[in-house]
Structure formats: structure tokens, C-alpha cells
């Protein structure tokens, strides 16, 4: 089965009650390897986006509810993750074109074009300890799902598992990118918040769409 665009509503209202959930986390992470914001600034990012899907006209196309999304990330999340989840989603947007229902190879295109984005944005590459080692894993899940004909839910599912995997390997990782680069080798011996959030967001899409 596809996602529509109310399934894709779904799936931003659900990610906006995990990271609401995951906020004092989020912020503790943060706290130990950065600067105590992350939960806090995703907060007020999905917050502001709940509030934007309660009270205007709702998204026409799976293309418009992420775009919205996006914008609203953008200008209200500030710090790094706000540009870097706003372009992954404005990627992610134009990757799905005008397409009323988003089928699994759909998804995984549109993961890899958020990926892309984060990449293209942060220059960040796989080992440097940031949301980018949960999210190359997790798109290449996800194609791999999509490729052996798994539903969509099934591809999510499996974006998720790979992103899980991907941030706790962010473990032992010097933080080459981000504000954590800034403490050197003390950056060792502690989770990424960014690669955390990544997952909880890829779970939260997951669960939405059944998987
Ligand atoms: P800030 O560091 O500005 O306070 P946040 O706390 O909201 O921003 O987000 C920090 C997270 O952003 C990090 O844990 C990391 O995963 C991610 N991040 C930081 N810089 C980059 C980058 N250049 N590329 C990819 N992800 C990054
Ligand atoms: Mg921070
Ligand atoms: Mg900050």
C-alpha cells in the first residue's frame, strides 16, 4: 500500500509527538557534546508545525505537507539541525514531484534526496559523528527494502533498524562536524544527538505507516 498525503501528515504529526517525547533526551545528549539545545530546538520546530497543519488549509500532495515542513523547520529550529532537516525535507519534497500517493521505491528515492541534501548542506561524510551516520545506512536499507518489493512500512521499518544501528556506532566517533568538533577527541565515548534524533524520526515514520 502507498502513502497518501494524509499519510504523510500522519507521519510529521507522529514525528512532532516523538521528538516532544524525546525532547529532555535529546537535550541531554546535546548537553554532554554540544550545547543543550537539539531537543528543545526540535521542539519548537514540530511544535510550530503542528500548529501550521491545525490551522491552514491541509497540503494538497504528499510534495506540498513536506515542503511545508521544511519551510517551517527552517525558520524555526535554528542551530544546525534546523537548515540540515529543512533541506533534507525540501529534497525530499521535490524528490516526490507531483505524485498523489508515494509508493516504496518512492520513499526510498525521496530518503536518498533528503540524504543528499544534508550531505550537500553540512559536507559532513560518514564517520564524522553526526545525523549523517544514521541516515546513510538507513537510506541504503531502505533501497535495499524497496528493491526485494517490501511495502512501505516495511521500507521505514527498515530505515529505522539501520538508523538505530548507525547512531549508536557514533559512539566511539571524534566529532569531525558540528559544534562537538569543537572538544576534539573529549567528543569520543558519547551518542550523536543529531544521529539520534535522525532515528527517532525514521521510527516515528515507521510506526505511522504500520511498520
Ligand atoms: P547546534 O549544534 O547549532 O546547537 P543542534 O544541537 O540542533 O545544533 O544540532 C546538533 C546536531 O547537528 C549534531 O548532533 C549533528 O548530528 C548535526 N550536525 C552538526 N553539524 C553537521 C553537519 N555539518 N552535517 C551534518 N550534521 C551536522
Ligand atoms: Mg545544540
Ligand atoms: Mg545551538
New binding site residues.
Given amino acids: 500500500m502507498g502513502c497518501s498525503v494524509e499519510g504523510v501528515v500522519a507521519a510529521l504529526r507522529s514525528a512532532a509527538e516523538v521528538v516532544t517525547a524525546h525532547r529532555d533526551e ?1 537535550v541531554e ?2 548537553r554532554v ?6 531537543g528543545e ?2 521542539k519548537r520546530g514540530f511544535t510550530a508545525l503542528v500548529s501550521k497543519l491545525d490551522l491552514s488549509e491541509p497540503p494538497a500532495t504528499p510534495s506540498a505537507a513536506l515542503k511545508l515542513a521544511a519551510t517551517t523547520l527552517i525558520s524555526t ?6 537548515p ?1 532537516y529543512g533541506t533534507a525535507l525540501l529534497r525530499a519534497a521535490t524528490s516526490v514531484g507531483d505524485a498523489a500517493e508515494l509508493d516504496a521505491a518512492g520513499v526510498a528515492a525521496a530518503l536518498r534526496a533528503a540524504l543528499d541534501g ?2 550537500a ?4 561524510e560518514p564517520g ?7 541516515l546513510t545506512p538507513a537510506v541504503a536499507a531502505a533501497e535495499a527494502a524497496a528493491a526485494s518489493g517490501s511495502t512501505v512500512a516495511e521500507v521505514l521499518s527498515a530505515a529505522a533498524d539501520a538508523a538505530d544501528e548507525g547512531a549508536a556506532s ?1 559512539v566511539p566517533l571524534v ?1 569531525r ?5 569543537y572538544l576534539g577527541e573529549r567528543s569520543a565515548n558519547h551518542l ?7 532515528a527517532l524520526l525514521l521510527r516515528s515514520f515507521a510506526e505511522s505507516a504500520g511498520g
Avoid: E, F, Q
Avoid at 529550529?77 to 534546523?82: K, L, Y
Avoid at 548542506?121 to 559532513?124: F, P
Avoid at 564524522?128 to 544514521?134: G, L, W
Avoid at 550523536?192 to 535522525?198: A, E, H, K
Fill in positions: 535529546l545528549l546535546d557534546i554540544g550545547d543543550a539545545d537539539h530546538n526540535l529550529v535554528g542551530g544546525a539541525a534546523g540540515l544534508v550531505v548542506r553540512g559536507k559532513a564524522d559523528k553526526t545525523m549523517v551516520d544514521a557514533t566529532a562536524k558540528g559544534r562537538a568538533s550523536d544527538p543529531g544521529s539520534r534524533s535522525t
